[in-house]
């Protein structure tokens, strides 16, 4: 039996040292194709070369490896060979460790350079001043609706949607201590207590809740505190060095937010794509439907379609639409064209890939 299991370390070994050479000459490649993109000046970060790659890597895989683990591998080794070519900087939501920061990580993979913002505002100026190459914010959540002001940058900003990220909400219960019977008190960001309501009453009924700014401030302010437990992400966990107590403690296991990723230029087309866009209809009966008859009779699928109201006049609002396709296919080009003679202000917010978790 030793015999054996030594002759299969000898066969990982080879197998791993194979794959560092290959790795290797990969970020040798990777070089190369940074020395072009900058003399073509073109982004080191291209959001739909990145999901022709996945949907590439998805047809090669035959497992057993899963299909999850092949795209979390790769895409650390996309995010170092990125970072050969030139760092990749993105502006997210703070503070750290804060759900924003999770999905910017997943998306972008950690060899990236990420810096918090205070405020969805800050993100987008920091990416229209070219502070950072990249913005990541959230644009709504399976369970409490769209992000105003989110919509509202959208309406001003020259930035364009280049990507999106679906990220299920995993709360747990993280301490210093090791057993979950000496928790006194809880702390957390109002949202999440009351996303893990439920929870907390059947487990830890008589525990004392304190409201904080954040779940990585509530997950800051438990260091070394026996009695006391924060709700937040296992990235607020790992980065604190706190016991994870309990996980996936939220009332709603469905309860998923999008992010945006925010850049300057254009999405090209992949075959799997998005489109948003705003418009506004003239104050007449009928108007909104003769607007939508544009995607009607081109069978193009709405996945969304929201009014959001125009803050400088009463009672007028836009609509914010998610559409199937690129802006580029031929049937969504005549459509917006007409959809331009059919509005009082139209404007394409991005095509970009479409994600996995979402329509």
């Not at 008589?206 to 302010?221: D, I, Y």
């Not at 418009?279 to 969304?304: Q, V, W, Y």
Request: charged share 25%; net charge positive.
């Amino acid at each position: 039996m030793k015999s054996r299991l030594e002759q299969l370390r000898k066969s990982l070994k080879e197998k791993d040292r194979e794959i560092i050479r290959l790795l290797n000459e990969r970020s040798e490649i990777s070089v190369k194709i940074g020395r072009v993109k900058g003399r073509e000046e073109i982004d080191v970060y291209d959001p739909s070369q990145e999901a022709r790659v996945y949907d590439y890597l998805q047809e090669l895989n035959r497992g057993p490896l899963p299909q999850t683990a092949v795209r979390s591998i790769f895409r650390e080794i996309i995010s170092a060979s990125r970072d050969l070519q030139k760092p990749t900087t993105v502006a997210f939501l703070g503070p750290e460790t804060s759900f924003s920061h999770l999905a910017a990580r997943l998306h972008f993979g950690d060899s990236s350079r990420f810096f918090p913002q205070s405020g969805i505002a800050r993100v987008f100026d920091e990416v229209e001043r070219g502070s950072v190459d990249w913005g990541v914010v959230p644009v709504e959540n399976s369970l409490e609706g769209s992000v105003n002001i989110t919509l509202d940058r959208l309406i001003l900003t020259c930035l364009k949607i280049r990507a999106e990220i679906y990220l299920r909400i995993n709360q747990c219960l993280i301490s210093s201590a090791k057993d979950i019977r000496s928790i006194k008190n809880i702390y957390s960001h109002p949202q999440a207590l009351a996303q893990c309501q439920f929870w907390i009453k059947a487990h830890l009924p008589n525990c004392v809740l304190h409201e904080t700014e954040s779940t990585a401030a509530a997950a800051q302010m438990v260091k070394g505190k026996k009695s006391q437990a924060a709700i937040g992400s296992t990235l607020a966990a790992t980065a604190n060095r706190l016991n994870i107590l309990a996980e996936g403690i939220e009332d709603n296991t469905s309860n998923t937010t999008r992010f945006l990723v925010l850049g300057k230029g254009e999405s090209a087309a992949t075959g799997r794509d998005k489109t948003s866009l705003i418009f506004a209809t003239p104050d007449l009966p009928g108007a909104l439907h003769r607007a939508l008859e544009s995607f009607a009779e081109r069978k193009i699928n709405l996945a969304k379609i929201e009014s959001h109201p125009v803050k400088e006049r009463l009672w007028e609002y836009l609509f914010f639409v998610d559409l199937i396709g690129h802006i580029n296919d031929s049937d969504i080009k005549n459509c917006l064209t007409e959809l331009k003679e059919k509005t009082t202000f139209l404007k394409i917010l991005g095509s970009y890939p479409r994600a996995e978790g979402g329509l």
